[in-house]
């Protein structure tokens, strides 16, 4: 095999549709931005899409949320190195999606919140709350910035061009587009971008599969080489990949993204009601295991090509996340066009997640800080034109501060899958846990969430960074037997290749404190809940316990009443805990006169707001009644700034 004659160029065909594909995902952005303008101009429209969504289009943006080029790039990559092991990974998402569609999403509908992080003050205080935000952008900024920094990579293989131009042109694009277009212009680029991405990845698929020699060839190799791997059973957390990390870890890391993560929840409150939220989930189940299973396929069609001629150990490309994009120019370069298909779908994966968490970023700073901020120095609300002047901002300020930390991201040692993977579970594993100790434990006070949420996110920063720096992870041998290369290209190659053996070779025994470094990064998140749940509970008995007949069950999870329906209610009574579940119903529960009666409030509230009023009612002002059937204290009227 002579790969130094895979092309290193685009054609112009390939920039053709490259910018094809970048000019209809724009211009479908701008034309609801304009469609938009003629609506009434408010927050809501902005940043929840008027919470008038379709399924569809709710459906689709969950997938391309969090399918970036990582999914594409990481998932090949994982195959190739290290085999199918990560494959049962998909199984963990039929576990992980029940579980985000039937225990959080309802509690998050009921609240009919902007900021995911707003649950925290209402059920602790607001200084859980202002932690929780302030965890959640750390989380999306690191991860953000490797998102940004897998198309580069890919865009070096395949176009010549520097890493750190990619990473500025992308993040370019991906800063002004969010800030044009509002949730609902995200949502239907969405839907476009996610019918590209698997055009993309199935053209590759049908033509290496042709050029090895058909599918069952491609799975005879990857077999013989001992890439197809199903076997290890062994429940050792400090095993990479295995059967149980692989279900319960992946289950727990799976869930810091669907049941805690702002980016999923404000997707999940921009439908109208609780079934179609719930209906968007489930319809988006089948894509996430698509994505990973044809990614998966990706990755064992690159080794069936290269299973005796290593494009990295012959120096081809400078990590292997960079196989796929070798293997793009390799079997389709010569059909010009499908180059710039499968570098328009990576842009576009990548486009779509960083303009969902920059647009996430800009909702829960302008909820959770500069509101409240700005109502404490006015004393009254920002007007919805000044709030949507900072959201602008906000978006704009998020996406130059993401370009700058992708820069950073070249230093990582690690696979880029592996480091979204760890940032979720070292960074969003303690959001899952405060989640979980409101939800299920009423004990549970203020003090305990602070302490539980801060004790979690240090040890597990602690652990990712000495992970980091000590690097056990075991790629499987390579081989280079079968290259047709000549005297220069075999020169490189020893070079490579002796450069490589420490990789390969067997990790030396660590014990101590060093032993905790080798925990399963699909484990973070897993270690992260356990500590916040167990400090959490430890410091609220400690400092007092809160009261459980005081909190609003609107706030908790009935577990009871859902696994022990069938017990006598005197037993179920007692296995509430205290919570008085049984209110919960009569106010949920309003008749057509009460609903009716409420839906002329909020009207009456926007027939304000539109022309202005320097004075609306403040909820003291309305009599007991109307107050009785606020559904919640994100919909009480406050004076607003004139």
Known sequence: MRL??????????????????????????????????????????????????????????????????????????EMY??????????????????????????????????????YFELRFSRAVRLVASAIFILQMLLYMAVVLYAPALALNQVMGLSVWISIFVVGMVCTFYTALGGMKAVMWTDTFQMAIVYGGIIAIIVEGCRRVGGFGQMWE???????????????????????????????????????????????????KKLRDAQMAMYFALPGFFAILGLSCICGLVAFARYHDCDPQSTGFINKYDQILPFLVMDILGHLH????LFVAALFSASLSTVSSGVNSLAAVCLRDFVQPAFMAVRKCEMSDRESIIVSKVLATFFGFVTIGMAFLADVLGSTVLQVSLSIFGMVGGPLLGLFILGMFFPWANDKGALAGSICALCLTTWIGIGAAMHPSAKRLPMDTSGCDWNTT????????????????????????????????????????????????????????????????????????????????????????????????????????STALLEKARLAEREYSLTFNSSFVPEKADVDDEKDSLTPSPAVVVRQTCV
């Open 4 to 77: 130094d004659e895979v092309a290193k160029q685009f054609s112009w065909p390939d920039y053709v549709v490259f910018s094809l594909v970048l000019v209809l995902s724009a211009g479908i952005g701008v034309y609801y931005a304009f469609m938009d303008r003629k609506k009434k101009n408010s927050t809501e429209e902005f940043l929840m899409g008027g919470r008038q969504m379709s399924v569809l289009p709710v459906s689709m943006s969950l997938v391309a949320s969090f399918t970036s080029a990582i999914s594409l790039l990481g998932f090949s990559m």
């Open 489 to 592: 290209v075999t020169t490189m190659a020893t070079t490579a290749m002796s450069s490589m053996a420490p990789t390969n070779a067997t990790v030396p025994a660590s014990s101590g404190l060093l032993h905790l470094y080798r925990l399963s990064y699909l484990w973070y998140s897993g270690l992260a809940v356990s500590v916040t749940v167990l400090v959490g509970l430890a410091v609220s008995f400690l400092t007092g316990r809160t009261d459980p007949s005081t909190i609003d069950p609107k706030l908790m999870f009935p577990l009871a009443d859902r696994l022990c329906c069938c017990l006598p209610a005197p037993l179920r009574y007692k296995l509430r805990c205290g919570v008085s579940f049984q209110k919960e119903e009569p106010r949920l529960a309003l008749t057509q």
């Open 337 to 340: 066009g499908l180059p710039g």
């Open 81 to 118: 190195t290290f085999g199918t092991m990560y494959m049962i990974m998909g199984a963990s998402y039929f576990i992980s999606v029940p579980i985000a569609v039937h225990i959080f999403i309802p509690i998050f509908h009921r609240q009919e919140i902007t900021s995911a992080y707003e």
């Open 221 to 271: 190799i990857a077999r013989e080489k001992g890439r197809i791997q199903f076997d290890s059973y062994s429940p050792d957390p400090f095993q990479r990949h295995t059967y149980f990390t692989l279900l319960i870890g992946g289950c727990l890391t799976s869930l810091t993204v669907y049941a805690s993560n702002q980016a999923m929840i404000q997707r999940y409150l921009s439908v």
